[in-house]
């Protein structure tokens, strides 16, 4: 097995109560640059103690697709549109990826970057 690479791309997920809640924040986040992509993963049962009751609830998954250097206003931007007290925002490092989508990401993240070119 190679070694692990190191990118500065990161997937971070965020569940949200419903679909029009999630498509509204997907939306938002990529027309503001903060993600290149929101994946809107349906039909999820989150199971998980809250104020010492067990709750089980059905939501829709964010996954979200952003730079390192983008994840604290990611989450500020998240936390202020967000209709949960406590949101889940969780962030992954994205070890290795096809290098022509991780230039994607970063290009559609940072509007100063030039568009990736065709390989």
Request: proline share 3%; aromatic share 0%.
């Given at each position: 097995?190679?070694?692990?690479?190191?990118?500065?791309?990161?997937?971070?997920?965020?569940?949200?109560?419903?679909?029009?809640?999630?498509?509204?924040?997907?939306?938002?986040?990529v027309t503001d640059r903060l993600v290149a992509c929101a994946n809107v993963v349906p039909g999820i049962r989150s199971v998980y103690r809250w104020s010492g009751e067990i709750q089980v609830d059905d939501e829709v998954l964010l996954v979200l697709k952003t730079r390192a250097d983008r994840v604290d206003a990611l989450r500020s931007r998240v936390v202020s549109l967000h209709p949960y007290e406590v949101p889940e925002f969780v962030v992954l490092p994205i070890v290795a990826g096809l290098e022509s989508y991780l230039g994607w990401l970063r290009a559609e993240v940072d509007p100063s970057e030039p568009p990736p070119t065709a390989e």
């Open positions: 097995m190679a070694a692990a690479e190191s990118t500065d791309a990161r997937v971070v997920l965020v569940s949200a109560p419903s679909d029009e809640v999630a498509d509204a924040l997907a939306r938002t986040l």
